[in-house]
């Protein structure tokens, strides 16, 4: 599977869009880019995906580059409860397990 | 079931001894993934069921380590003669097949301390 890079942590102030970047500068043209968190002392839990076009659902926005090499996961009012490890992942096809890398601590802060 | 069960939510054994983790996937997943977390650390992929056949379990950190499941549905995890780095979190995940288009819905995990 293609490797993501994520900055390690990131600050946010509560109320305001969260706006997590990705870079997947190796994926393949059938690779999808899918999104998890999570929240201390839980497991993680599904955000979102895409393939080519952006998705929007009720948690959070997903906005591919056309040249798909990146990506940014939006949460569009953040709030301290968003505050938690999220990972961008990259996979290509169902029958092989998701890789988690380090991921990107999100801080909410008040 | 609603959400994917795991037990017990604690183990506490002494090192040398066998622990056998227990996960209840969600009803109708036929895919199945066990990963283990250390504290402070990322999640560690351990191995991949797709209904009771085992197509990856390239994660196993050693011969210790052994998971079976039945009837495309409970799936168990034995490690055998723990030692203390096997201290962790275990986690199960489960999904619908057809993936990508779904994602994983993961369990609370199992606290595993070798004392």
């Known amino acids: 599977d293609a490797k993501t890079t994520q900055p390690t942590s990131m600050d946010c102030a509560e109320g305001r869009a969260a706006n997590l970047p990705c870079n997947h500068s190796t994926i393949s043209g059938n690779e999808y880019v899918y999104w998890y968190r999570q929240i201390h002392s839980q497991g993680p839990q599904y955000i979102i995906h895409?393939?080519?076009n952006n998705e929007t659902n009720e948690m959070a926005s997903l906005i591919i580059t056309e040249d798909r090499k990146s990506s940014t996961l939006i949460l569009p009012h953040a709030t301290l409860r968003d505050t938690a490890v999220y990972y961008c992942?990259?996979?290509?096809?169902?029958?092989?397990?998701?890789?988690f890398g380090k991921g990107t601590t999100l801080s909410v802060s008040s | 079931g609603a959400g994917v069960s795991q037990s017990p939510s604690n183990k506490v054994t002494e090192k040398g001894k066998d622990v056998e983790l227990r996960c209840d996937p969600i009803s109708g997943h036929t895919a199945l993934y066990w990963y283990r977390q250390s504290l402070g650390q990322g999640l560690e992929f351990l191995i991949y069921?797709?209904?009771?056949?085992?197509?990856?379990k390239s994660g196993l950190p050693s011969d210790r380590f052994s998971a079976e499941r039945t009837g495309g549905s409970v799936s168990t995890l034995t490690i055998q003669r723990t030692q203390q780095e096997d201290s962790a979190v275990y986690l199960c995940?489960?999904?619908?097949?057809?993936?990508?288009?779904?994602?994983?819905?993961f369990g609370s995990g199992t606290r595993l301390t070798v004392v």
């Open positions: 895409g393939l080519k």
């Open positions: 995940a489960s999904s619908l097949a057809g993936e990508p288009n779904y994602g994983y819905t």
């Open positions: 069921f797709q209904g009771n056949s085992a197509p990856d």
């Open positions: 992942i990259v996979r290509v096809q169902a029958g092989t397990a998701l890789i």
